[in-house]
């Protein structure tokens, strides 16, 4: 069974940055997309940013465009994310899953999910 661990939330600062890890628990990056979401309380899931199996092709939400990354070290079967300037509205659960095939920013596309690490912006 693959399993998916995030860490790296906490609190911070708006403006501010954070890097977030999704270690996957088998040597699969090859095979499975990535994909991080976020829910906050009383909204939707929604994705964020997904990365490829093969080449690392990424894609990201309109909201994250030019203040995240999403990248992998498979060596460490490890995908992270990236958040800078970042905006009260993020606070969130962010969420890493994983799936076969393309990555996608659908949640319901993904068969795998973390535990989830708590973000939290604020001053």
Known sequence: QLQLVESGGGLVQPGGSLRLSCAVSELSLDYYAIGWFRQAPGKEREGV????????TTHFADSMKGR??????VAKNTVYLQ??????EDT????????IGNPLLSPNEY?????????????
């Open 83 to 88: 958040l800078n300037s970042l905006k009260p």
């Open 111 to 123: 068969g795998y999910w973390g535990q989830g690490t708590q973000v939290t912006v604020s001053s």
């Open 49 to 56: 940013a997904c990365i490829s199996s093969m080449f690392g």
């Open 68 to 73: 995240s990354r999403i990248f992998r070290d």
């Open 92 to 99: 969130a659960v962010y969420y890493c899953a994983a799936r």
